[in-house]
């Protein structure tokens, strides 16, 4: 059964980083793509970015400031979060599902089969 945590939320000045993990579990037998999304509140879920294949997509909102990667031996994804805004607050969500993505659905929630219960990262002075 495939399992993904996050982890590596917390509170950051404005201008700050931050790094999320996501490890992944049972995931072995098939290769997984995986993308981040987040929440804030009173907003609905947003993709952050996606990685498949060493192809990534990223929303407007960060490209050029996160970066996805993933490392194979720990099988674990990465969120490299830099110049961090108070608009970055939120629930950061994990994703996963065997299907590749392309530039028109990677940021569609319905695409993933498999999420993690989510980190909380707020960014405030």
């Known amino acids: 059964q495939v399992r993904v945590v996050e982890s590596g939320g917390g509170l950051v000045q404005p201008g700050g980083s931050l790094r999320l993990s996501c490890a992944a579990s049972g995931t072995a037998e098939h290769y997984y793509n995986f993308a981040w999304f987040r929440q804030a509140p009173g907003k609905e879920r947003e993709g952050v970015a996606y990685?498949?294949?060493?192809?990534?997509y990223y929303s407007d909102s960060v490209k050029g400031r996160f970066t996805i990667s993933r490392d194979n031996a720990e099988n674990t994804v990465y969120l490299q979060m830099s110049s961090l805004r108070p608009e970055d607050t939120a629930v950061y969500y994990c994703?996963?599902?065997?299907?590749?993505?392309?530039?028109?659905?990677?940021?569609?929630?319905?695409?993933?089969?498999?999420w993690g219960q989510g980190t909380q990262v707020t960014i405030s002075s």
């Open positions: 990685l498949s294949l060493g192809i990534t």
């Open positions: 994703a996963a599902d065997r299907k590749i993505k392309d530039d028109n659905t990677w940021s569609h929630g319905w695409e993933y089969d498999y």
